[in-house]
Every structure is written in structure tokens, then in C-alpha cells.
Nanobody, 124 residues
């Protein structure tokens, strides 16, 4: 029900925009987020936003470089990634939950719906 796209191979300093299209249900009243998982590492929080985009959260490692947004009319959430670094290399997953809140937005198990992931590779 969540389909992530937009990943690819880029050089350090480049930009990418990931998209996550929802289908099968309306996610307009769900909090949505992005997590990533690098090889051999645990899944980590990247960014999240509330249903009306009133609250946005970022991990310290991406704050100032990444921007999360959503288009509820098209049931889509985006992750604009600028100034990419090799350490941003990972599979990126979009996620959604209707119990989104400021206490659990960075916790993977707080989310019910997950996309299949899209690979981002940043070369040095």
C-alpha cells in the first residue's frame, strides 16, 4: 500500500527526491515518515511529519539537508535530499501510522504500514 521510488546512484553533494505513493486507503490523516537501513546496521529514523504537515521532525544527521513534505490530495509523501553524503547510503523506507505522535515518531515499531524500500547509493 506504500510504494517508494526515486532512489539511485549519485555522487556526494548531489540531490535526490524520494516519493512514496499510497494506495488502497487514504493516508491523509496518518502521520508519515522515512526510515533508512544501511548494510549491517539497524533501521534508523530519518524524517517524519504529521497528517497536516504541522509538525515535522528530522534526525540530527539529516537536519538542514533533507526536507519532508506531503501532498494529501495525491496521497504522496516526499523526501528531498540535498548535499548527499556517502554515509546516507541505505535503503530508504516510507511508513505511515494513524497513531503518530511526538513521543514515538522516531520508533520503527510505532508504525503500521511500510513501503518496500528504495536504494540510495552515494559515491565519494
Amino acid at each position: 500500500q506504500l510504494q517508494a521510488s526515486g532512489g539511485g546512484l549519485v555522487q556526494a553533494g548531489a540531490s535526490l527526491r524520494l516519493s512514496c505513493a499510497a494506495s488502497g486507503r487514504t493516508f491523509s490523516h496518518y502521520g508519515m515518515g522515512w526510515f533508512r537501513q544501511a548494510p549491517g546496521k539497524e533501521r534508523e529514523f530519518v524524517a517524519a511529519l504529521s497528517w497536516n504537515s504541522g509538525n515535522k521532525y528530522y534526525s540530527a544527521s539529516v537536519k538542514g539537508r533533507f526536507s519532508i513534505s506531503r501532498d494529501n490530495a495525491h496521497n504522496t509523501v516526499y523526501l528531498q535530499m540535498d548535499s548527499l553524503k556517502p554515509e546516507d547510503t541505505a535503503v530508504y523506507y516510507c511508513t505511515a501510522d494513524n497513531s503518530f505522535n511526538r513521543l514515538t515518531y522516531a520508533v520503527p515499531r510505532a508504525y503500521t504500514y511500510w513501503g518496500q524500500g528504495t536504494l540510495v547509493t552515494v559515491s565519494s
